[in-house]
C-alpha cells in the first residue's frame, strides 16, 4: 500500500495560518478510512492533533481545538488541516497516517 504524502509546512509568524495537504492512496470506488494527523517536536512524544473517521467525523484535539480544522475532499482524495492563530508551541513535524501507514512528515515552525 502507498504510502500519504503530505505537504504545506513552512515558517509562519504567530497568529498566521497554514494549510497541510495529505494525499492518500485511493481509488475512485474505494472507501476512505480513518486519516489521522499528529505531530511530533524534538523532545516530546508524538501526539494527535486531529482525525476524520471514514463516516467523516471529525475530531480535535483540545490543544488546537477552535484553531484547527480538518477536512475531506473526495475528488483528489487529499485530507486538509487547516491551522489558524498558530502559535509557537504549534512548532512541530506534523505527520499524516492512513490505513496504519505514516507520512514522512512536514515541518511547521510558528516564530514569536
Known amino acids: 500500500q502507498v504510502q500519504p504524502v503530505e505537504s504545506g509546512g513552512g515558517l509562519v509568524q504567530s497568529g498566521g495560518s497554514l494549510r497541510l495537504s495529505c494525499v492518500v492512496s485511493r481509488s475512485s470506488y474505494s472507501t476512505w478510512g480513518p486519516v489521522e494527523w499528529w505531530r511530533q517536536d524534538p523532545g516530546k512524544q508524538r501526539e494527535l492533533v486531529a482525525g476524520i473517521t471514514g463516516d467523516g467525523v471529525s475530531i480535535i484535539a483540545d490543544s488546537v481545538k477552535g484553531r484547527f480544522t480538518i477536512s475531506r475532499v473526495n475528488a483528489n482524495n487529499t485530507v486538509y488541516l487547516q491551522m489558524n492563530k498558530l502559535k509557537p508551541e504549534d512548532t512541530a513535524v506534523y505527520y499524516c497516517?492512513?490505513?496504519?501507514?505514516w507520512g514522512q512528515g512536514i515541518l511547521v515552525t510558528v516564530s514569536s
Open positions: 497516517r492512513h490505513r496504519g501507514l
